[in-house]
């Protein structure tokens, strides 16, 4: 039985199944992964994108609203066949919920519903000021950052305003991890989807899952440290793998 097949197996004897995703799963939708080749850490200084920095200095907060401007992070990318394979198995009642690392609300736009997604690192359809922690949509902040302002402040008070995402040295939402993490010690099948899964405490989650006795598939374009853990690794682009699995359990 090959990996495809193995793997659409594994859904179907599922009762619950957790999905965990990382940046690759949105790479087929046009946004830059962060480690892949090409990734954004090969083009951004990860050091930029700390809580600190960002809090002292400008030129910090400059970057990294000019990143999340351009790099479409935030309202043009669409979803990709992953995302929908991932839908559909919501669709058949097999989806418990989607843990995702990412923050570009890819899953919600392809159907998964808001209370079955779990952002651990937050999301970009919000800002927060910092000083009176008002959030704004981020489609207003974007318009004034075309309109000219390099780093938007909070109209109101004119503390710093923050993108919603969880910047290095910033804490997870901390009810989100707490969720995610009991989700995770309950399934019993985890599938990780496009993460290199080396950032934590993200990357407990397959690990809380397995010494819960769960069994762990990951589709990854390249290797992870838990691939030897794992009863199906598929390598592969997961836009092309996820359908043919998903077909798979369709037929069943
Ligand atoms: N299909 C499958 N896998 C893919 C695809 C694809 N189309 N494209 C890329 N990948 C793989 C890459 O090979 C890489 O192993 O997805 C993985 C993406 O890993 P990272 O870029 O490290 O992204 P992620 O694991 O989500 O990073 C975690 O790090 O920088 C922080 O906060 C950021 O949430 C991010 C966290």
């Known amino acids: 039985m090959g990996e495809i097949e193995r793997l659409a197996q594994l859904i179907i004897e599922s009762k619950k199944t957790v999905v965990f995703t990382g940046a ?17 850490w090969s083009r951004y200084d990860p050091e930029d994108f700390t809580i600190q920095r960002f809090l002292s200095s400008p030129a910090a907060r400059r970057i990294l609203w000019k990143m999340s401007a351009e790099s479409g992070l935030l309202t043009e990318a669409e979803p990709n066949p ?11 009642g097999k989806l418990d919920c989607v843990i995702t690392q990412n923050i570009d609300n890819l899953h919600q736009k392809a159907g998964v519903p808001e209370n079955k997604v779990f952002e651990l690192h937050g999301n970009t359809r919000w800002a927060v000021c910092l000083s009176c922690r008002r959030r704004f949509p981020m489609l207003e902040v974007l318009q004034r950052i075309k309109e000219g302002i390099e780093v938007p402040d909070c109209p109101d008070c004119q ?40 950032v934590y405490p ?3 989650m397959p690990t809380y899952a397995r010494e819960a006795g769960a069994r762990l598939a990951i589709v990854n374009l390249t290797p992870t440290p838990l691939d030897r853990y794992a009863t199906v690794v598929i ?11 998903m077909e798979k359990v369709r037929l069943s």
Do not use: W
């Not at 790479?27 to 080749?37: H, K, L, M, Q, W």
């Not at 992953?82 to 058949?92: F, G, Q, R, T, V």
């Not at 390598?235 to 699995?245: N, Q, S």
């Open 159 to 198: 503390g710093i305003l923050k993108p919603d995402a969880v910047l290095f040295g910033e804490a997870l939402p901390p009810e989100t991890l707490k969720e995610a993490t009991r989700r995770s010690r309950n399934c019993d099948l985890f599938i990780v989807i496009g993460s290199t899964l080396v």
């Open 24 to 40: 690759g799963v949105s790479t087929e939708s046009g946004i830059p992964d962060f480690r892949g080749p090409g990734g954004i």
């Open 235 to 245: 390598y592969g682009e997961a836009g092309k793998i996820m359908p043919k699995v």
């Open 82 to 92: 992953a995302h929908y394979a991932i839908a559909e198995l919501h669709e058949l």
């Open 202 to 204: 993200a990357a407990y």
